[in-house]
Each structure stands twice: as structure tokens, then as C-alpha cells.
């Protein structure tokens, strides 16, 4: 089966740049989607389609496509980015969906 | 605004069949720009994509999962539903719904999110 993968933990102090990374053989193929994920809570997209970021999203919040990894890229971190972050993609026929495994950002 | 909301029972014995229900208010389900999906989260691990239902009917199933996994939608009611057979311990998690756009494929709204315990 297809799978995506994330490192499990990123630690930034807070002004750094974050980036996290998720790796898969069909991302050259299929766009990437992330999202942010607070404890207790449902996760909320941050980045879709490899680089566009929704409405009401901080601009630090940007993302990049090169072969098959993408990267969530958190410019000028806050306390208020530390969560897990989730990508997202499908298999090379669009048909099966899959989350990376998750990255734990915290802030020193 | 769009809003989801998981209903259905919160224990479930081993063996019988978890059955979900999906409530969208605020926009139609059968608008059909949309498609509606089940994903899943054990308590500290990560999210799992069960599958998903366009308004047409039409289905697609995680292969892991999909011989145990029904979703149907009830456009009448403006609900669609997970039912997942055979379960075990290896089911409980909490279960999400959420809408992804046929142009974006973004899950850009999801129900908060509901506890299911498999236990006897």
C-alpha cells in the first residue's frame, strides 16, 4: 500500500523557520495537502494543492513541491504553530487517499 | 457556514458492526461539487483515511479496511454514514467526517470528531 513519509518530531525556537518534510513516490503525480492539528481538537487544513494556502491562514504558513517530497514551511514560528501536522496525498491513480504519519512540531 | 457532525454510539462490543451517521447543515450534500469522507484517529496515533462517497453513490474504500467497510449517503436527510463490520480493539479511535472539493480535493471542513470504544 502507499504510504508518505514524515519525520516524527521538529523542534524550532520561536522566530526560526520550521520545516517539515513528507516524502512519497506519487507526489510527482498527485498534489499535497496539509494540515495542523491541536490536541483534542480536528485538524485544519494549512496548505493545499502542494503550495496554495486557504483564506484566514498566516502567511508564514507556505508550502513547495520538488520530486516526490514536499515541505510545510513555517517562517518566523510562534508558540501558537505547535501542534501536529498532517500531510496528505493519493495513490499515483488518484484513488486511494493517505496521511503521512504526522509531525510533531514543538517550540522550544 | 458549512457544519459536520458525528452521531452514533460511543461503545461497540467486539465483533458487531460500528455504524456512524455524518449530519451536514449550512450547505447541501447533494450539491455534488463535493465528496464526503470517514478518517480515523487512535488515541495518540495518527490520522487514517477509511473512504469516501460522491454524491453520485460512487465509493472509494482504504484497500486495508475495505472489506469490512460500508458508506452510503442519505441526501434526503442531508447524512451519510460508515458502518464497519467485524470490529476489534484495533477500531477504537476517534472518527472524523469531513467535505473535500472536487477542484481543491482539500478536506477543508470537518465534524469534530467522535469517540468509539470497542469493548465488550
Known amino acids: 500500500s502507499y504510504e508518505l513519509t514524515q519525520p516524527p518530531s521538529v523542534s524550532v525556537s520561536p522566530g526560526q523557520t520550521a520545516r517539515i518534510t513528507c516524502s512519497g513516490d506519487a507526489l510527482p503525480k498527485q498534489y499535497a495537502y496539509w494540515y495542523q492539528q491541536k490536541p483534542g481538537q480536528a485538524p485544519v487544513l494549512v496548505i493545499y494543492?502542494?503550495?496554495e494556502r486557504p483564506s484566514g491562514i498566516p502567511e508564514r504558513f507556505s508550502g513547495s513541491s520538488s520530486g516526490t517530497t514536499v515541505t510545510l514551511t513555517i517562517s518566523g514560528v510562534q508558540a501558537e504553530d505547535e501542534a501536529d501536522y498532517y500531510c496528505q496525498s493519493a495513490d499515483s491513480s488518484g484513488t486511494y487517499l493517505v496521511f503521512g504519519g504526522g509531525t510533531k512540531l514543538t517550540v522550544l | 457556514q458549512v457544519q459536520l457532525q458525528e452521531s452514533g454510539p460511543g461503545l461497540v462490543k467486539p465483533s458487531q458492526t460500528l455504524s456512524l451517521t455524518c449530519t451536514v447543515s449550512?450547505?447541501?450534500?447533494?450539491?455534488?461539487?463535493?465528496?464526503w469522507s470517514w478518517i480515523r484517529q487512535p488515541a495518540g496515533k495518527g490520522l487514517e483515511w477509511i473512504g469516501r462517497?460522491?454524491?453520485?453513490?460512487?465509493?472509494n474504500y482504504n484497500p486495508s479496511l475495505k472489506s469490512r467497510v460500508t458508506i452510503s449517503v442519505d441526501t434526503s436527510k442531508n447524512q451519510f454514514s460508515l458502518k464497519l463490520s467485524s470490529v476489534t480493539a484495533a477500531d477504537t479511535a476517534v472518527y472524523y467526517c469531513?467535505?473535500?472539493?472536487?477542484?481543491?480535493?482539500?478536506?477543508?471542513?470537518w465534524g469534530q470528531g467522535t469517540l468509539v470504544t470497542v469493548s465488550s
Open positions: 494543492k502542494d503550495s
Open positions: 449550512g450547505g447541501s450534500i447533494s450539491s455534488g461539487s463535493y465528496y
Open positions: 469531513a467535505r473535500a472539493g472536487y477542484s481543491s480535493r482539500a478536506f477543508d471542513y
Open positions: 462517497i460522491y454524491t453520485s453513490g460512487s465509493t
